[in-house]
Structure formats: structure tokens, C-alpha cells
């Protein structure tokens, strides 16, 4: 059985089931989110793993004050049932209070982008989980569920009673024993889609640091412009979470085409038509997108996020993060540090 709330975590689980032949007996559940574009991307990804031969089952799992409670009765009987449950996001209080229910299942954590290298980092150290562009104070809302959370990290961490393997394509480090790490080669995408057709030109990732409140909105602004003047970029791949105004300010500041994608960039990208240059700031893609090309010629280039980029509201362990994320990327080109607005 498998959860998942996003489209990087549903393509995850396929490539998962692919390489351990697991798809005919696995069940997806879906809990859905209520922001429109992850709807809408995770509508079209759970139609390709139904005509890929997966059973899903779409959770309105926040439709509501009610439906938490709801999913979690309705799931009850088929987590007590599975032999192994597979989870894309370990720090989702959601799937926390879903791993209460788990005994001694064998887990697999898939990827859900760069948190899969700072959960295991975390469970090396034996941390609480938390997402690394988080602040350290806890809301009151945090608070309340400290309980759920302590025993969903037991549920985490390996045992004689229980295996964890984590299916990832980031470079992890600090492996602690008892955790299996498998690589994600992205075989099924490679298999499924393309070769894409590849045109002339740059195409440009974006990123939701300054909607997470990482990165300041005006340097991130001058960085994309600076980016496309530079590289001759002509499209900007938004990502699900960035904001519409935002996204209309780049537009008229850099002329833009601005693509909201109806599926994960890898899957996009492997279809094409694709920029021969691909250009992104430390993210997910600077990882994933070498594997999902590999073979067809496509550069992805890496542009470093500054310090004096950051806010104030800036986790302190941001930037250190960002710079890990971005020198661990294989087969990236790193582009010079551009300078900052005056």
C-alpha cells in the first residue's frame, strides 16, 4: 500500500514498483491537497498509473474538518492488511498519524524531492523531523501533535521488527543501520517516454523558495532575469506552488513564456520538446533531471542561491542546505554566482 500527496511522489512510487516488480498486488491511495495545480498534476499522473495497470484510490483526505478522521477509518483495514507501506513524505503530518497504525510493516520511503537527504540525516542523528527551510520554535498546532509525531518517528527508524528502505536518486550520507537505500535510475521514464525532441536555446526551472519564504521575491526576480538575458531562455516551468503574481511579474520583466506543467518536470522534460540548456536554481530537478535525460544531450545548469539572497524569516540552516544540495548534483553544470542587484 502506498501513500502519496504530490505528482514527484506518485511518479517515485511507480519507478519504485517498477524496479522491485511490486505493481500488480500494490494499491495507490492518493491524499489529495487542496491547492489546484497539485490536484490537477496528481489527477494526471494517477491516469497514467492506472494505464500503466495500478489500482488507485483518490482520498479526499482534506475535504473538510471531518475527513481526516473520515480517511483514516476508511484506510484502517487496508494498512492493517499490507505487508509493506510505501510513503512518500515522512515529514507529512498526514501520513504521521497514518504510521500510528503501523506495527512492524516493512516501510519504503520514496522521494519527495531534496527532504528524503535531510530525513536520513535526521534519523542518523536522531533528531525530531523537520523540514529544513522550518524555523526552529514549534506552533501550537506542532505541539499537539508532538505525540503523533515521536511515535511516527519510531515507526521510521529500523528495527529487529521492522526494515525501512528508502528508494531515492539524491545522494544521502550518515546511512544509519538498518536502513536499505535503493537508487532511483528513473528507468521507468526513460522506458515510457521519449526520446524527447530536443530545440535550440534554454529552458529555465522555477522554484517555490520565495512562496516558502527562503529566498527574497525582488532577488529572486533579478536572478531569473539575469539567467535569461544571459542563457537566451525562452520558457520558465513554474513549479506547482509558485505564486500567479509572481509568475505574471516574471513574465513582464523577462518576456518569458511562463508553462505551468500538468505533470512532474521529469516526465515533461522525457516527452519534450525540451531547451538544450536546462536552467534551475538547487532543487529536486538538479538531481533528477540528469537521470531522466541521460543519453539525449540535455545540459542542466545550476545557478547558486546567494546568502544575501535569503530573508530574514530564513531557516538558519537554509543556505547550508541549498549549497549541499547543489554540490552533491551529478552531472550539472555550475553556473558563476551572479551578482546582486544594487
Given at each position: ?85 510505501v510513503i512518500g513524505d515522512p515529514f ?238 551529478r552531472d550539472v553544470h555550475r553556473l ?7
Open positions: 500500500m502506498a501513500f502519496v500527496e504530490s505528482p514527484v511522489q506518485l511518479l517515485n512510487v511507480l519507478e519504485w514498483a517498477d524496479a522491485s516488480g511490486t505493481g500488480e498486488e500494490l494499491i495507490l491511495v492518493v491524499l489529495s491537497p487542496t491547492d489546484p495545480m497539485s490536484r490537477g498534476q496528481l489527477r494526471r499522473m494517477a491516469e497514467l498509473a492506472r494505464d500503466a495497470g495500478f489500482a488507485v484510490r483518490w482520498q479526499e483526505a482534506r475535504g473538510g474538518a471531518g475527513a481526516p478522521l473520515k480517511t483514516v477509518r476508511e484506510l484502517a483495514p487496508l494498512l492493517r492488511a499490507s505487508d509493506r507501506i507529512s503530518r498526514y501520513v504521521q498519524l497514518l504510521l500510528t497504525l503501523v506495527g512492524g510493516k516493512e516501510l519504503t520511503i520514496v522521494d519527495d524531492g531534496t527532504a528524503t537527504m535531510e530525513f536520513i540525516a535526521q534519523i542518523a542523528r536522531g533528531e525530531r523531523l523537520v523540514r529544513w527551510h522550518r524555523r526552529g520554535s514549534r506552533s501550537p498546532r506542532e505541539l499537539v501533535l508532538a505525540p503523533v509525531t515521536a511515535v511516527a518517528r519510531r515507526r521510521l527508524t529500523p528495527s529487529a521488527a521492522r526494515t525501512v528502505e528508502v528508494f531515492t536518486s539524491m545522494p544521502v550520507e550518515e546511512v544509519p543501520d538498518g536502513i536499505t537505500v535503493t537508487a532511483n535510475d528513473f528507468a521507468w521514464t526513460r522506458a515510457t517516454f521519449g526520446p524527447p525532441r530536443i530545440s535550440a536555446g534554454a529552458d529555465m526551472v522555477g522554484t517555490s523558495l520565495v512562496e516558502t519564504g527562503v529566498v527574497d521575491a525582488d532577488q529572486y526576480t533579478a536572478a531569473v532575469i539575469a539567467l535569461a538575458r544571459t542563457h537566451n531562455a525562452t520558457r520558465y516551468f513554474a513549479h506547482r506552488r509558485e505564486n500567479v503574481d509572481k509568475l505574471h511579474k516574471l513574465h513582464a520583466a523577462t518576456g518569458l513564456e511562463i508553462v505551468r506543467p500538468d505533470l512532474p518536470l521529469e516526465l515533461i522534460a522525457r516527452r519534450g520538446p525540451i531547451g538544450r540548456t536546462i536552467l534551475s536554481f538547487p532543487s529536486t530537478v538538479v538531481h533528477t533531471l540528469p537521470l531522466a535525460l541521460a543519453g539525449t544531450g540535455v545540459r542542466v545548469a545550476v545557478c547558486d542561491i546567494a546568502p544575501e539572497w535569503l530573508r530574514e524569516t530564513a531557516s538558519p540552516r537554509a543556505h547550508g542546505f541549498l549549497s549541499v544540495v547543489t554540490g552533491t548534483a558563476p554566482r551572479l551578482p546582486s542587484p544594487a
